[in-house]
């Protein structure tokens, strides 16, 4: 027993099949940003792959990359993070799908002859995008330089807040309007693609022909939103750690600060024990301190969160307690931490 990252396969499928049974007709793209949030890039692709999902988001061209190394050629993978002509470049040479929110990337992608690109229009979140008063003229631009041949624009897309619906009704206002211009441009967008999980699931008119969802394919739902089992989802991962030392109070154990915990949980949260619930008293470098059970021992597993045998707080939940969002407790899991995966298959 060690420290580690258990992820349960079988969980991801089922919330996969649930995500595509959910958005349908639209597809769903996987996004595996960020080391598909901490749960591991080619294990999570691959397992997506094996499931049905055949578009990835990547975030980065480095990312984009890795899973077309994993999954070979059949893939969708979208790029979004274009750093330079050159990364445009390598992102063509692995045959992605870029993500274009900028003039100026326009003309590189024309430069590197890219034939997926999908134009980002600004849709309020003001993070990257064309401004609609650009809009306009960017994509009679991107229409001469597909008539050239240079560039196929396939998709228009965007990214917004899911904080309030009125911003993102406004958001999508916005989004329909540029699919209008594109096309009055002479362009003929295939996949347009706007909402990310919480959108996807809560409001069928922000589908489009994609979905971009990250956070409910690893089960981890919204801060302050519903809760997983009211999305129909479940929780992929268990961060597990074992008793070090046992006294009568207290536990150590053999999870910290560096292995990503974030040390203001202390004192605001419980974990799971054999002994059932137990607060969490402090956390150090390399240890954290719980309060005992009946019968604690060297040897035992505690779940700081995860669906594990003796736990039930997921990654929100104790997001929720230090007023930040599941993705964040999930992220800051150390790559120091071995990742465990289970994929048994579950009738
Ligand atoms: C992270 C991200 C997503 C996925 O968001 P979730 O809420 O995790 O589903 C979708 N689109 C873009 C552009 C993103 O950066």
Known sequence: MSTRLDIDLDALRKNLAEIAARVAPARHMLVVKDDAYGHGLTTIAQTGWDAGVRWFGSFDVAGGRIVRDALGPDARIFAWMIGSREDARLGVKADLDLGVGDTALLEDAAAVGAQRVHLKIDTGLHRNGIRPEEWPVAVRRAAELERSGAIRVVGVWSHIAEASDAEDDAARAVFDWAVAEAQAAGLAPRMRHLAASAASFARSEFRY?????????????????????????????????????????FVRIGIGMLDGIPSTLAGRVHVGTPGGPRRLVRIDAAESVVAAWPGAAVGDEVAVYGPGRCGELTATDLAESIDTIGEEIALRVSQAVPRSYLRETAR
């Not at 956070?215 to 597990?240: K, N, Q, S, V």
């Open 209 to 249: 022909d994609m979905v971009r969802v990250g956070a409910f394919a690893y089960g981890i739902h919204p801060a302050g939103g519903p809760d997983a089992a009211a999305l129909g989802i479940r929780p992929i991962a268990t961060l597990a750690a074992p008793v070090t030392a046992a006294e009568e109070e």
